[in-house]
């Protein structure tokens, strides 16, 4: 037989002072003892009461018939390894019952390791989802001032049309559109002497136009439709949730617990990019889809939407098949459609849920459209009138 062994214990018995003792628990083949500072008490394996407790169940409690006013525990995982409590039928139990409690606890275990493994694949499948909710804990005042910081910015390279000028001459080819967005944050239209094709939307409501893509477009409807598109990129907040989408899962996480400090720092150091960053496909549909009913419940055919993209992929394929003299014009056919990529597809989509609409009279914005084409062409025909 094994030598008797002994483990840490506690006793509790009336008559102690505290009530409790310390002391040893000491194993033999067919009793236990505990030895304290002033007491000793045998405790026969026949007729021994042992049970689980504690956190985890951790504990294992003793009590005996001989000594009803006994009561002990041993806190070493060890004691219940002893091969004469292994062997003895009234721990049998117990140990069936921490080798359950272990089984569950390696399987949580896993199953958290396996859950932390899929969180960031899993978040990356909808960054979009994610990007939006930590976008909704970015404060407005924030949004609005990594837009400013980006056109303040932009403006030092380019030549804009004098801002005043640009609100008025826009204003009323964008009312309507603002008016049925249901967003009420001050927007803000700038015209840019460039001959791209292009137009962008930066964070709380900044969006800029290019003189080229007001000079091509042949009807207000098609200027008005490109401009419904960016106006939805700033009501979805597609400018933030592409820069939160950037900055990494992890930070991510941070910002939905409510640590948003992380998060901030990258806004802050973000403007730069806004410029030139590409929206996702999903965003890209979005403000294609949400474009066409701002549109039409602004009573604008949203057929120029459609129209205006088609007239810029037929350029783009003409000067394409011109290669050798592409250069700098196909940069130019090429610059909408760079960000905005599947013309194909777009146009066919668009015109597929355009036909789905009921009919309705169109407004007509033709002499305000005429209005502004006329001070674009002045303004860009003048290169030494004054930088904003």
């Known amino acids: 037989m094994d030598a008797a062994q002994s483990f840490d214990?506690?006793?509790f018995h009336p008559e102690l002072p505290g009530g409790r003792c310390s002391g040893r628990m000491t194993v033999f083949h067919d009793s236990l003892r505990f030895e304290g500072a002033d007491s000793s008490?045998?405790?026969?394996?026949?007729g021994l009461q042992p049970s689980l407790g504690g956190a985890g169940n951790r504990l294992v409690f003793l009590s005996h018939s001989r000594h009803p006013d006994w009561r002990f525990y041993v806190s070493d995982p060890a004691f219940l390894a002893d091969p004469r409590l292994r062997e003895h039928p009234a721990f049998q139990p117990l140990l069936l019952s921490r080798r359950r409690h272990r089984a569950k606890g390696w399987g949580a275990i896993l199953f958290a390791l396996a859950l932390l493994a899929l969180?960031?694949?899993?978040?990356?499948?909808s960054l979009d989802t994610l990007s939006a909710v930590v976008a909704n804990q970015v404060p407005a005042k924030w949004e609005e001032s990594l837009g400013r910081t980006a056109i303040t910015q932009y403006k030092v390279q380019k030549r804009f049309l004098p801002e005043r000028e640009s609100e008025a001459l826009l204003r009323p080819l964008v009312a309507p559109l603002l008016n049925q967005s249901g967003d009420r944050r001050p927007?803000?239209?700038?015209?840019v002497d460039d001959g791209e094709l292009n137009a962008f939307a930066l964070p709380g409501g900044y969006i800029v136009v290019h003189s080229g893509l007001i000079l091509k477009a042949a009807k207000a409807n098609q200027l008005q439709g490109v401009l419904s598109h960016e106006i939805t990129h700033v009501t979805e907040r597609h400018g933030l949730r592409t820069v939160i989408r950037s900055v990494g899962i992890y930070v991510l996480a941070q910002a939905l617990i409510g640590d948003a400090s992380g998060l901030l720092a990258s806004?802050?150091?973000?403007a730069p990019l806004l410029v030139n960053q590409k929206y996702s496909r999903d965003f890209e549909r979005e403000a294609d889809r949400k474009g066409v009913e701002l549109l039409y419940s602004a009573k604008?055919?949203?057929?120029?939407l459609a129209a205006f993209f088609a007239t810029i992929r037929d350029q783009q394929r003409r000067q394409l098949e011109q290669i050798g003299k592409a250069g700098e014009a196909a940069r130019t056919a090429n610059a909408y459609f760079g960000s905005h990529p599947d013309s194909d597809e777009r146009i066919s989509t668009l015109r597929t849920r355009i036909q789905k609409l009921p009919a309705q009279?169109?407004?007509d914005d033709s002499q305000a459209f005429s209005a502004l084409r006329k001070r674009v062409q002045d303004f860009i025909s003048k290169p030494m009138e004054n930088r904003q």
Do not use: K, M, T
């Not at 008490?41 to 026949?46: D, I, K, Y």
């Open 187 to 191: 927007y803000h239209f700038y015209v």
């Open 361 to 363: 009279a169109w407004r």
């Open 9 to 11: 214990a506690q006793a």
């Open 119 to 125: 969180i960031p694949f899993a978040a990356y499948l």
């Open 41 to 46: 008490v045998l405790l026969p394996l026949s």
């Open 300 to 304: 604008i055919d949203p057929e120029g």
């Open 267 to 270: 806004l802050a150091s973000a």
